[in-house]
């Protein structure tokens, strides 16, 4: 069974970094493009970005409004995903998502809480 | 980057008939190399996170209940629900996973009428 455990939510001040974890299991980590997704309070859902496998290059692509603030990277020994996010902002609160495609669907995990307030 | 729109904003149905919601890419999420529209749609519950319902446009995800389906023509895509449940109250979003930055449509809330 696929498993997708987000932490390292919490509250943060304008300005501030944070940095999100994905556990992952029950399907090849190393393989997998990985992504992060987030919802702000009572909103749509956002892309944040993906990272490929290192296979197919690690490449990592990032949405505009996180482009400079967010890193995206990755530990295949842990099997874990990241998200380092610097320079936060209010409108960066949001529950964070990590998601990955599985034989063509995708799989979503259950999110982690970041709130950015003074 | 590719916007999906979806329609209407909110439906209301009553219990056991028929719910459509659509969703339209401006260009194509078909994958010539498998044949596959890249095209998903999910159910969100408050406080939940988003389920998986359908994918590659047309699959069901497993576990899901046989009334929901997905349609395609095209660039446009439908999710139907053949006959309402009161436990389908949500909010549904299509998305598309073809090309980055993967988006979704704006949702589009489903209730009881």
């Known amino acids: 069974e696929v498993q997708l455990v987000e932490s390292g939510g919490d509250l943060v001040k304008p300005g501030g970094s944070l940095r999100l974890s994905c556990a992952a299991s029950?399907?090849?980590?190393?393989?997998?493009?990985m992504s992060w997704v987030r919802q702000a309070p009572g909103k749509g859902l956002e892309w944040v970005g993906r990272?490929?496998?290192?296979?197919?290059?690690?490449?990592?692509d990032y949405a505009a409004p996180v482009k400079g603030r967010f890193t995206i990277s990755r530990d295949d020994s842990k099997n874990t995903l990241y998200l380092q996010m610097n320079s936060l902002k209010t409108e960066d609160t949001a529950v964070y998502y990590c998601?990955?495609?599985?034989?063509?669907?995708?799989?979503w995990g259950q999110g982690t809480l970041v709130t950015v307030s003074s | 980057d590719i916007v999906m729109t979806q329609s209407p904003d909110s439906l209301a149905v009553s219990l056991g008939e028929r719910a459509t919601i659509n969703c339209k890419s401006s260009?194509?999420?078909?994958?010539?190399?498998?044949?596959?529209?890249?095209l998903a749609w999910y159910q969100q519950k408050p406080g939940q996170p988003p389920k998986l319902l359908i994918y590659?446009?047309?699959t069901r995800e497993s576990g899901v209940p046989d009334r929901f389906r997905g349609g395609v023509s095209g660039t446009d895509f439908t999710l139907t629900i053949s006959s309402l449940q009161a436990e389908d109250v949500a909010v549904y979003f299509c998305?598309?996973?073809?090309?980055?930055?993967?988006?979704f449509g704006q949702g589009t809330k489903l209730e009881i009428k």
């Open positions: 990272i490929k496998s290192k296979t197919e290059g690690g490449t990592i």
């Open positions: 998601t990955v495609p599985i034989m063509g669907a995708p799989c």
């Open positions: 590659w446009a047309s």
């Open positions: 998305q598309q996973y073809y090309s980055i930055p993967y988006t």
């Open positions: 260009q194509s999420v078909l994958y010539s190399s498998n044949n596959k529209n890249y």
């Open positions: 029950g399907f090849t980590f190393s393989n997998a493009w």
